[in-house]
Structure formats: structure tokens, C-alpha cells
């Protein structure tokens, strides 16, 4: 079983930082993409940023430039530094993650979803 734990979130003023992090832990496993979406009050849960295994990164328009996204494989975390923030960033954020479980064969993809952390950005 794979289990992420997310910490970071919390209220800042808008111009602020935040960094957001993300720890994997659990079974044996080799992770692919690790991913961080966010879910504002009354709207549909949309992609912020996500990296692969080899460091190739994507971000959604509305943070280019303003968020990073970082992972350690070594530690099994992924990162976002989020710099600039808007009223319009706040939300619940979310850390995915897609992998494979290799406990045993046959080996199996995975997909897990963090609890949430919600960010706060005041005006």
C-alpha cells in the first residue's frame, strides 16, 4: 500500500510564498509522475504542475513562472514553491502520485491522492 502525507499550506498574504511538500511512503515502489492539483470552492479540481521521473515538468497557465515544481527521488517527495500568490490561488491542494508497486509479481500501477492542504491567500 502507497501513502502520501502532504504539509505546507496555510494562509499568506497575497505577493507571498508558500512551499508545499509531499512524502511517499508504504510498499515497494517505483514512482513515475508526481503531480500537484488544486480544488477552489465551487469549481472542478484542475492540474497545477507535475514532473516525471526523468525532471520534465509541466505547468498550468495561470501559475507559470510564479510555481516550481521539484522532486527528490531519493526521498520520495515532490515539492511546489509557490512565489506571488494571488487571492486566486487559494484552494485545497492536492498531491498525486503514479507509479508501480513491485511488492510482487505481477507488478501493478498505482495512482494515490493526498489528503489535502488548503492555501489561503488573503488580498
Known amino acids: 500500500q502507497v501513502q502520501l502525507v502532504e504539509s505546507g499550506g496555510g494562509l499568506v498574504q497575497t505577493g507571498g510564498s508558500l512551499r508545499l511538500s509531499c512524502v511517499v511512503s508504504?510498499?515497494?515502489?517505483?514512482?513515475?509522475?508526481m503531480g500537484w492539483y488544486r480544488q477552489a470552492p465551487g469549481k472542478q479540481r484542475e492540474l497545477v504542475a507535475r514532473?516525471?521521473?526523468?525532471?520534465?515538468?509541466n505547468y498550468a497557465d495561470s501559475v507559470k513562472g510564479r510555481f516550481t515544481i521539484s522532486r527528490d527521488n531519493a526521498k520520495n517527495s515532490v515539492y511546489l514553491q509557490m512565489n506571488s500568490l494571488r487571492p486566486e490561488d487559494t484552494a485545497v491542494y492536492y498531491c498525486?502520485?503514479?507509479?508501480?508497486?513491485?511488492?510482487?509479481?505481477?507488478?501493478?500501477?498505482?495512482?494515490?491522492w493526498g489528503q489535502g492542504t488548503l492555501v489561503t491567500v488573503s488580498s
Open positions: 498525486n502520485v503514479l507509479g508501480v508497486v513491485m511488492t510482487s509479481r505481477p507488478y501493478r500501477n498505482f495512482e494515490v
Open positions: 514532473i516525471n521521473s526523468g525532471g520534465s515538468s
Open positions: 508504504g510498499s515497494t515502489f517505483s514512482i513515475n509522475v
